[in-house]
């Protein structure tokens, strides 16, 4: 291959998945060999075509990495934010520039993934693949069985119904309810609005599974390499 689309380019540099990609260039934040384009099917001459982002230059990738992090509470998973928060980037140290995929509110923790592949990032946080997430949940109080049966069939949160999904008790007592919920979604905060929707509290969530990648004994904060098995698991899901 001696060309490849400016938008598709954009995203296996790692710098951010080719739906945002096509944003970046449409604000005419693009540029190729100093000249702003706003075509992200442009074709980028991948010997001697140089590319920037905001007038910094981007370069493909050499090598795919993936990676698998707990996240602890109380990081963000962006670069960086107005209230200068710690983010999920500032524990994970590898050469390349890698960035979540999807997102892991401040307040949850849980298995995040990260990587430089735009391609992947995309294809996992596209509606279409309805990809499953695993999250152990508690809340504040008694969780009724008529409110299990009305959130797994689908209520409406922010104007919007949610799809049907699982949710299994794992514990009961007078001051909480522990549950194993399963969600094919990924919208903001969904699993505490969900509850939120029958003023319930969430007091606690960590995802534990994305697809058929576990979280397992990986410590608060800890990350590492996946394995090609797992990557090519992920990649049979798309």
Known sequence: MTTMRLNKYISHTGLTSRRKADELIFEGKVSVNGKVVMEPGFQVNLSNDQVEVDHKTVALESENVYIMLNKPIRYITSVKDQFDRPSVLDLVKVPQRVYPVGRLDYDSQGLLLLTNDGEMTYALTHPKHDIEKTYHVKVKGTVEDSVIDKLTKGIYIDSQRTKPCRIKRIDETHQKTELQVTISEGRN??????????????????????????LGELGIGQWRYLTEEEVQ???RLL
């Open 189 to 214: 905060r969904q699993i505490r609005k969900m509850f939120e929707h029958f003023h319930l509290r969430v007091t606690f969530l960590q995802r534990i599974t994305i697809g058929n990648l576990h």
């Open 233 to 235: 698991n992920l990649r």
